[in-house]
C-alpha cells in the first residue's frame, strides 16, 4: 500500500520559515515528479510547487517563487517543501502529491496524496 506521510506544518509568524517533508513507503517515486499543493478554507486546492525527476528541474507558482524551494531526495523517497518569508496568505492545509510523469501544475496528473499538514502564519 503506497503511503506518503508530510510533516513540519505549524504555527509560525510573518516572516518566519518552515521546511515540511512528505515521506513516501510503498513504492519509489525517484522516477517521477513530486508536487506540492495547498487549500485554505473555502477555496480550491491550488498548486504550489513541482520537481522534476531527471534533472530536478524546479517550477514555481507565482505567489511562491524567490521565497519557496522544493527538492528531493531519492534515496530517502522524499520530498521537501523550504517556505520562507511566510505571509498570512500562506496559511492553509499542504499536500504532497506524487506520480505525475512529468512536472505537472494540474491535480489530476498525480496519482498519490498525502492527508495534508496545516501550515499557519499569523500576522
Known amino acids: 500500500q503506497v503511503q506518503l506521510v508530510e510533516s513540519g506544518g505549524g504555527l509560525v509568524q510573518a516572516g518566519g520559515s518552515l521546511r515540511l517533508s512528505c515521506a513516501a513507503s510503498g513504492r519509489t517515486f525517484s522516477r517521477y515528479a513530486w508536487g506540492w499543493f495547498r487549500q485554505a478554507p473555502g477555496n480550491e486546492r491550488e498548486f504550489v510547487a513541482t520537481?522534476?525527476?531527471?534533472?530536478?528541474?524546479?517550477y514555481y507558482a507565482d505567489s511562491v517563487k524567490g521565497r519557496f524551494t522544493i527538492s528531493r531526495d531519492n534515496a530517502k523517497n522524499t520530498v521537501y517543501l523550504q517556505m520562507n518569508s511566510l505571509k498570512p496568505e500562506d496559511t492553509a492545509v499542504y499536500f504532497c502529491a506524487a506520480g505525475a510523469v512529468v512536472p505537472a501544475q494540474q491535480i489530476e496528473q498525480y496519482d498519490y496524496w498525502g492527508q495534508g499538514t496545516q501550515v499557519t502564519v499569523s500576522s
Open positions: 520537481i522534476n525527476w531527471s534533472d530536478s528541474s524546479t
